[in-house]
Structure formats: structure tokens, C-alpha cells
Nanobody, 126 residues
Framework: QVQLVESGGGLVQPGGSLRLSCTVS????????IGWFRQAPGKEREGIAC???????YYADSVKDRFTVSRDNAKSTVYLQMNRLKPEDTAVYYC????????????????????WGQGTQVTVSS
């Protein structure tokens, strides 16, 4: 079956960096769009970045120019490089896949269609 597993979260100081990984199994990443989402305490989940099967990339305004999504299809892994982190970036970060998932970038989502990972916690604090 399709599985997505996030890793790389942790505690980082403001201004620092982290790289999240999303390793997928049960599907061919060559033909899959992968989205990154986050959910802060008390808030809805929001789409923040996406990588298409053609390696087009999309970003929410809140992370543009700070976060970069990339993929290594040979390793079945999609990355989210997060730089210049801010306390408001604190959230649980998820990766997910389904057809047209990149349309969720910049939007709040409350229906979780497709396949989702279990999430990884990112805390930005001094």
C-alpha cells in the first residue's frame, strides 16, 4: 500500500534551518505530485509547498523565498529545505499525495483526501 513517512523535524532557533524528508513507498514518485502541509496548534492545516511529477514547484506566500522543495526520485524521497525559520513556522509538518494536490498550496484544508504521512514536529524557539 501507499505510505509516506516524514522525518527531520526538531527544535531549532529562530533564523536556523532544517531539512525535512518525505520517503514514499507503494507508488512511483516519477509520476506523483507531493505536497507539504503544516498545522500549527489551534489552526487548520495549510498547504505550503508542492513538487509535481515534472518537478514544477509551488510555494505559499508565507514560505516563499525561505523554503525549497526538491526531490530525488531514485531515493523515493521529497525534501523540504527550510531556511530563516521563524517562531510562526512552529507546526506539525506533513507530506501528502493525490491527483492535483498542488492546488492546495496557499489554502487551508480540512478534508484530507489522498495519502498522508504521520507528520513531524518542527519547533522554532530560542
Amino acid at each position: 500500500q501507499v505510505q509516506l513517512v516524514e522525518s527531520g523535524g526538531g527544535l531549532v532557533q529562530p533564523g536556523g534551518s532544517l531539512r525535512l524528508s518525505c520517503t514514499v513507498s507503494g507508488l512511483n514518485l516519477d509520476y506523483s505530485d507531493i505536497g507539504w502541509f503544516r498545522q500549527a496548534p489551534g489552526k487548520e492545516r495549510e498547504g505550503i509547498a508542492c513538487s509535481t511529477d515534472y518537478d514544477n514547484k509551488y510555494y505559499a506566500d508565507s514560505v516563499k523565498d525561505r523554503f525549497t522543495v526538491s526531490r530525488d526520485n531514485a531515493k523515493s524521497t521529497v525534501y523540504l529545505q527550510m531556511n530563516r525559520l521563524k517562531p510562526e513556522d512552529t507546526a506539525v509538518y506533513y507530506c501528502a499525495t493525490r491527483s492535483s494536490i498542488c492546488s492546495d498550496v496557499g489554502r487551508r484544508v480540512d478534508v484530507f483526501r489522498g495519502y498522508w504521512g504521520q507528520g513531524t514536529q518542527v519547533t522554532v524557539s530560542s
